[in-house]
């Protein structure tokens, strides 16, 4: 009966305790027993659990009697926690009727607060607020409770104030559920339309896709069709989260479930693409199909040139999970073998780097990471450069363009001046500012995105001391006034190193650039000559000295087993260096580049 489903979500800021609340709601309508209990269900990974961020969508669905004696099916749509998942956060939100907006009483409303509640508008959905960590000493739910009424118009004192960690009042959030979100509309009888709002990839199952059904209904044994890629597969099996997987006989409109499409990676089953009847097709497919886009680039390679095989392996895996992962072959002449890696943006990236040497148990080298450059030929050919090696001569370009983000900062009032000191240090442009809460200002800018990925982030919470928040999105591409700069290390050009910057920051980045090499590159048994250039020009250079390395000497000829630890500590020591002609570099040198900025 659809008048007794609820297709609910929770969305909050990085850390508000949505985890904490869905497990308690999972443990208050029994559908997962105490002993069962791990902490956060919903975060299936570990990784995830250990940064404590929820970077994967998945479903569950509870049985709960409400106060009105009756049965109700939620739907809980667990919604990724950041910013580089917005798409992914948008189609979570398409599968629900409502959103429980989750708010830190000791934090109140920040940048994700705002941005997911703005996702959940433009999705319709019905926002419950809930003010959470009321067991905390420096709650302020009063005042977090005037800040919504301001921001939403949710009267103040109808606002439900919980500890999910305590487990105060939580029973009356799914009250609210049952009385607030509205049943799903639509027709079991009517052409199926299901959404795909999330998916993963199972060994045995093949890739599973988190469906909503919007209109219509799947039953087992059909085949279905996506209405994006035009594939049609034969589910190896339909069914609900319970919250493992219980295959069920037919999905019908309203529902929550999944589909194990037996295919083999993501990428053939996106989110956001459709799955209809081949038989008895829709007219249409459901709005909002968009292909996620790569946005941050770097080089990623294996510190031992064996282990190339089974970085390709990781990558490959890694991939069956995660469509909006691309990576191709490419080759440096500082590091060999490796991968140009594309992410959705930093945070991605980082995720990729630690599942890789985590759960891959690699060793690996990262270059700095780039954007995607527009570049305009003199000739009128447009190239698209995401290495700043491969930039072509400077004489062969008419225009550069790089990619400028609509970024929005939200902070207690007093780190103002701060934040517009670093935003013009990173060269963006103030648009507008708004007040949602006393005390707090929402900036708007406008910011090259070469600019956010280079220790934005750290830099905004240490001028902030941990209070201001950011989020960002995809503008446009602006042409720039910019050129490569090269680093040189004893004469050849190290393309891993190479950096493509703003023309006015140039000879400041090669300066510091250079500094920083002196002191990373170890003394070799020559002197080697550090070099920065830019346009042809060498715009820096320092030396490193030559010095006589014999590690045997402290010895004195006489204790072997020291001598040989030695010699141990000297070889494991030098695999993370990277010969580059006859110069040793080790692997922080590459990661150089990045630390530059607020030097
Ligand atoms: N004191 C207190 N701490 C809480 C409460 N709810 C959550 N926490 C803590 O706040 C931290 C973040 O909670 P999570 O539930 O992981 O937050 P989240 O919003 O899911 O975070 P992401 O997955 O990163 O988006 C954890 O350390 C929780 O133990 C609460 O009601 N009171």
Redesign the pocket.
């Known amino acids: 009966m659809m008048e007794h489903i609820r297709n609910f979500c929770i969305i ?12 308690r709601l999972l443990q208050l309508t029994g559908t997962i027993s105490e002993r069962d209990m791990m902490n ?1 269900v919903l ?1 299936s990974m570990d990784l ?1 659990r250990e ?4 970077i994967k969508a998945s479903a569950v669905r509870m049985v709960y009697t409400a106060q009105d004696g009756l049965d109700y099916e939620l739907n809980l749509i667990d919604t990724p ?2 910013v580089d998942f917005n798409y992914e956060v948008s189609r979570a939100l398409a599968a629900c009727e409502g959103a429980l907006l ?1 708010v ?1 009483a000791t934090q109140g409303i920040e940048a994700q607060t705002l941005a997911n509640l703005y996702l959940a508008l433009e999705s319709d959905l019905v926002i419950v607020p809930v003010i ?5 000493p420096s709650a302020r739910p009063d005042e977090v409770a005037q800040e919504l009424e301001n921001l939403m118009g949710y009267p103040a004192e109808e606002i439900v104030r ?5 487990g ?1 009042n939580v029973a009356q959030v799914l009250e609210l559920v049952v009385n607030k979100v509205p049943p799903p509309k639509g027709n079991a009888s009517e052409p199926l339309r299901a959404l795909i709002f999330d998916s993963h990839y199972d060994s045995y199952k093949g890739v599973i896709a988190y469906v909503r059904v919007n209109e219509g209904e799947i039953r087992s044994g059909d085949s279905v069709k996506l209405m994006v890629t035009g594939a049609v597969v034969k589910p190896v099996e339909i069914g609900v989260f319970s919250p493992g997987m219980r295959p069920v006989d037919a999905l019908r409109a309203g529902d929550v479930g999944y589909v194990a499409t037996g295919l083999k990676t993501v990428a053939e089953c996106r989110v956001g693409d459709t799955f209809t009847n081949p038989q008895r097709p829709a007219a249409a497919a459901l709005p909002g199909y968009r292909k996620a886009k790569p946005m941050v680039f770097a080089g990623i390679y294996p510190t031992e040139g064996e282990d190339y095989p089974d970085l390709r392996d990781a990558l490959d895996k890694l991939q069956l999970n995660d469509a909006s992962l691309v990576f191709e072959p490419e080759t440096s002449q500082a590091l060999n073998f490796g991968f140009r890696c594309g992410f959705l943006g930093l945070f991605h990236m980082e995720i990729i780097q630690e599942r890789l040497e985590r759960e891959y148990d690699l060793d690996i080298v990262v270059t700095a990471p780039s954007v995607e450059y527009e570049v305009i030929m003199t000739d009128g050919e447009v190239l698209r450069v995401d290495s700043p090696a491969q930039l072509p001569d400077e004489s062969l370009i008419s225009e550069i363009r790089e990619p400028w983000m609509a970024l929005q900062i939200f902070s207690p009032t007093d780190y103002f001046g701060t934040i517009m000191d670093l935003i013009s240090k990173r060269r963006g442009v103030f648009v507008s500012q708004e007040h949602p809460a006393p005390n707090r200002v929402q900036l708007n800018f406008e910011i090259p995105l070469s600019e956010l990925i280079v220790d934005f982030f750290d830099a905004l919470k240490s001028r902030s001391r941990g209070y201001a928040s950011m989020d960002y999105q995809f503008l446009e591409y602006r042409p720039g006034n910019l050129v490569k700069l090269e680093v040189l290390v004893g004469g050849e050009a190290v393309d891993a190193l190479a950096a493509i910057v703003h023309k006015e920051n140039a000879y400041h980045k090669g300066q510091a650039l250079v500094s920083k090499l002196k002191e990373l590159i170890p003394r070799q048994l020559f002197d080697v000559a550090i070099q920065a250039s830019s346009g042809g020009r060498i715009i820096s250079r320092a030396n490193v000295k030559a010095v006589r390395k014999d590690v045997l000497a402290k010895c004195y000829g006489g204790d072997i087993t020291r001598k040989k630890k030695l010699l141990e500590k000297q070889k494991r020591g030098k695999r993370r260096m990277k010969m580059v002609g006859s110069v040793e570099i080790p692997q922080d040198a590459f990661m150089a580049v990045l630390r530059l900025e607020e030097e």
């Open positions: 909050a800021h990085v850390d508000h305790g949505k985890s904490t609340l869905a497990d956060q975060d995830e940064k404590g961020v929820t926690g950041h989750i830190d959470n960590k009321i067991d905390l919980i500890s999910a960690k305590e105060i």
